[in-house]
């Protein structure tokens, strides 16, 4: 029998992508399920054009917390894992096709072409040789965990297969928009990691802060060739750098001072005792608000 294979996508405010995303799916997988994280634009109504099975979920910082969720709502016997802005090309389709039926493998290593800042990647850590995802997979071969950039494993008795990278043999990633995209994403995903490894106990310090930034830009500018990708490689491991050196500060942050709300009680409390004086020294002008903070009359 013809193993049923499922494309499941997790998705928020993806209406310019998601069309795409779909059309690249919709005439050779036998079931559609988009996990929404209600949506503000017409994701939702994009979704149900496509005959996808659309499910809500609470909106998270990240969708990797989100993976399992998506995958338990899905019916096939093989599995396809994408994003918004991934698109599958015709060729790889029939070779994922190809290993379902002939049961070849339980879980299927893509290689990902990512385009960043306008224009493909062939290096700098992120070249379809370099960056490969586990997103094809047998029902049950694999574990999910909230863990940003790790929430995906094969199960350790898995039958792995990793595909070589050929022209359309793999999962076309149109990623970054511009310096904006990136950075606004860094600071989403380093206040994740650093909330992560907080509760993991992991210890921080200004000298990790510096010895993993530098040895991120390192590995990626020259061990994974960033140079050869022109200004993008060198601007690329340049702010993955910044990504590690962000992470530690947010991570010391937390050790240190308890993060934004325990921020917020010392600023109010210190701004308390400068309004102090002035009620002190003019009591009639001023009066108190429900915050605690003294307003003139």
């Given at each position: ?55 809500l ?24 894992m ?8 015709q ?23 990512n ?19 586990p ?5 049950g ?49 380093t ?107």
């Amino acid at each position: 029998m013809t193993p049923r294979i499922s494309a499941v996508i997790n998705t928020l405010n993806e209406e310019k992508n998601l069309a795409y995303s779909l059309r690249s799916v919709r005439a050779w997988v036998d079931e559609i399920v988009v996990v929404d994280m209600h949506s503000e634009d017409r994701t939702i109504e994009i979704a149900r054009e496509f005959g996808a099975k659309v499910f809500l979920h609470p909106r998270i910082l990240a969708f990797d917390g989100a993976r399992s969720f998506a995958v338990s709502h899905s019916t096939g016997d093989w599995v396809l894992m994408l994003d918004a802005d991934e698109m599958i090309p015709q060729p790889l389709s029939e070779k994922l096709r190809e290993i379902a039926s002939k049961d070849a493998a339980d879980v299927v290593l893509i290689p990902r072409l990512n385009y960043l800042l306008g224009g493909p990647l062939w290096h700098t850590g992120w070249g379809p040789d370099q960056d490969g995802h586990p997103r094809f997979f047998k029902r049950g071969k694999i574990d999910l965990s909230p863990r940003i950039h790790g929430f995906i494993r094969p199960s350790p008795a898995a039958r792995i297969l990793k595909l070589a990278y050929g022209e359309k043999l793999a999962l076309h990633h149109f990623n970054y928009l511009d310096c904006a995209h990136f950075l606004e994403k860094l600071n989403r995903y380093t206040t994740i990691e650093a909330q992560q490894a907080f509760e993991r106990g992991e210890p921080v310090s200004r000298g990790k802060a510096l010895r993993q930034a530098a040895a991120e830009f390192k590995n990626r500018y020259f061990r994974h060739g960033g140079y050869r990708d022109g200004w993008r490689g060198f601007y690329l491991s340049g702010l993955m750098a910044a990504y590690r050196w962000a992470t530690c500060a947010k991570l010391q942050e937390l050790y240190s001072t308890g993060g934004e709300k325990r921020i917020v009680e010392i600023y109010h409390s210190a701004a308390n005792e400068l309004v102090a004086d002035y009620e002190k020294h003019s009591p009639l002008l001023w009066t108190r608000t429900s915050d605690g903070i003294g307003t003139e009359r």
